[in-house]
DNA sequence: TTGTACGCGTTATCAG
DNA sequence: CTGATAACGCGTACAA
């Protein structure tokens, strides 16, 4: 590979000048400056980013954390971040944590290592005391998930909200028995708290008291959905609507009533989240919250870059998007 | 940060002792090992890794090229491919080329710069002529896509087979009038023409013969399947039978039908690609040809891997994996 | 077994 | 406007 030195050489022009047209820095003599060019491109010349970055210590380059880009939702996410990040001159890491606390840790360590230049957390595992310190090497911004204590700039749409909106659809719609299934319990996390009171709220606003057994713990997968609903079958008080929290424990639910006695949604009206492709694909239509996702990941990464770039400072701020309840057959 | 020479300076040792101890060499009195380690641990010591790079020229690092995340076979072969890499200390740029020759060409460059150690093709949008060129500056792997002329270790299953194998499915299903679709024309891929010879040939060994108003061309989309369907309804004589490539066109064409008079499978079969969870969730169940990418993806991240790690050289093998073609409700 | 000294490729500083 | 030089942090030949 050729260096500045032989870019130098070869034009007979010392390495600093050969750097400031690298640079465009301006005050190089335009003549010099074309017999630079000139050599750059009979070499093929390209910088050497390593010696880039430890010279002036920027990666342009940013870690995404997610739990898992298999989910429909972390694509999306990631997709749309990637294409405002590609457009300013970043690059990706695409950072799986897989739901686990030490590959977090390992990736948040890409911070403190100089290997990227600010992290986007689009999951959140370790309880925010153990992120907070990384704080120090760098920025850190927030999207979809968050926690109380955070002092990070943060994209998301209101769960509690959206979650009392779809609850509140079921009983205006005459649903009266409504369960509801909450995602995997994650230390750092508060969406599944926010969706919670959500629904207790909204039970309490109408004067129900929620039951006990219609509470589904854990249920993430289509999986999760199917055994949800044959646990439904056996019950003898069953609920007539389920508020699901997930597209995949929806279709699963809607998938397995297919095999049992409970139709969908006449036995059992059903409320997803996140409005995946499927949902709209489906017979019945799933009725679904949808989250602004592509804007979400725009507006996070774009943040990301204004501070990296210095056109902002970090903030604790909360930046809420809308959420919209979407609602086709199953309710 | 404290650098190395802060922890020689604390534990009153060189740099190069503290360098060997960072990189595991033997010959390293054990007392002051363990000096150095005391002091790493109390400076909070970390390698740079800008520097190592630099002096190593090694990056651990791949760049994945896909023409797109949110693409469910992309995200699962991804995925399956940040597994094997994060095992073997390896760090994945994601690399969206949404289809685009300049952004390939741009993602390819990071071999050139030295910003990763190698580079996974699991789409490709330029001819080979072109990228060949950077096969100089490090190890090019190919996933999934293929060209001719390549020189480069390729995983794949068998197109032309698998294509065959679905459309004599149908033959021997007693369906006689058989549609294709065909995917976006990429000027670098081959899978297109060979899913098209596989299905010719089907149908030349059954003595049929094509029929060119059964060729939809360029669909690869939800809403490209739905125009395909309304074309086909549009038709005085249709297709029974329709091997759509795809998934994504597949679930358009059912949903659509649900729309129209035709009924699937009744009045028209279908067949995707790759079955996606979602095949085996609807109704009626998708028949589809599965692709191994799970297996895909381990191994050809695994051999990226050993080329990295000197365990095997370059070479210009391809490496054929099993498809299998789920039949459910749909043919 | 340990330390000295050099170079990896860039860029910023400073003197001219 | 330009060039010499130092410095970024690390790894390793070489000498001891």
């Known amino acids: 590979m050729p260096t500045i030195k032989d870019v ?3 034009s007979g022009i010392s390495r600093s000048t050969v750097s400031r047209v690298i640079n465009n820095h301006p005050y190089v003599n335009d003549e010099k400056r074309m017999r630079v060019k000139q050599a750059m491109k009979e070499l093929g010349y390209v910088p050497n980013s390593s010696a880039q970055r430890l010279r002036g210590s920027k990666t342009k380059t940013i870690a995404v954390l997610i739990s898992r880009i298999v989910n429909p939702f972390f694509s999306g996410l990631v997709d749309a971040m990637d294409e405002v990040a590609t457009e300013a001159g970043f690059q990706l890491i695409l950072c799986n944590t897989r739901g686990s606390k030490e590959r977090e840790l390992n990736y948040l360590d890409l911070l403190r290592t100089k290997q990227v230049d600010g992290v986007v957390l689009a999951s959140i595992e370790n309880p925010w005391t153990t992120i907070q310190p990384y704080l120090a090497y760098g920025p850190i911004v927030s999207c979809n998930e968050y926690t109380d204590q955070s002092d990070i700039p943060s994209f998301r749409i209101n769960h509690f909200q959206a979650t009392y909106e779809a609850v509140t659809h079921f009983i205006n719609s005459g649903y009266s028995n409504i369960a509801i299934c909450t995602g995997d319990e994650t230390i750092g996390s508060n969406l599944g708290v926010d969706r919670e009171k959500g629904y207790l709220k909204a039970l309490s606003d109408h004067h129900m008291t929620p039951n006990e057994a219609w509470f589904f713990k854990n249920t993430s997968s289509v999986l999760d959905g199917r055994k949800v609903l044959e646990r439904i079958e056996a019950m003898s008080n069953r609920p007539n609507a389920i508020y699901t929290g997930s597209d995949e424990v929806a279709m699963g639910i809607i ?4 095999q049992s006695a409970i139709r969908v949604p006449s036995d059992l009206a059903v409320i997803g989240f996140d409005d995946q492709q499927l949902a ?5 239509g799933l009725t679904t919250i949808r989250q602004p996702i592509l804007e979400m990941g725009q507006r996070t990464m774009h943040h990301m870059i204004r501070i990296l770039t210095n056109q902002t400072k970090m903030d604790g701020n909360t930046h809420l998007l ?4 979407i609602v086709r057959d199953t309710s």
Chains 1, 2 share one sequence.
Do not use: F, Y
């Open 255 to 258: 998938a397995q009533s297919k």
């Open 8 to 10: 130098a050489k070869l």
């Open 280 to 284: 709209g694909l489906i017979t019945p």
């Open 322 to 325: 809308l959420s919209e309840l």
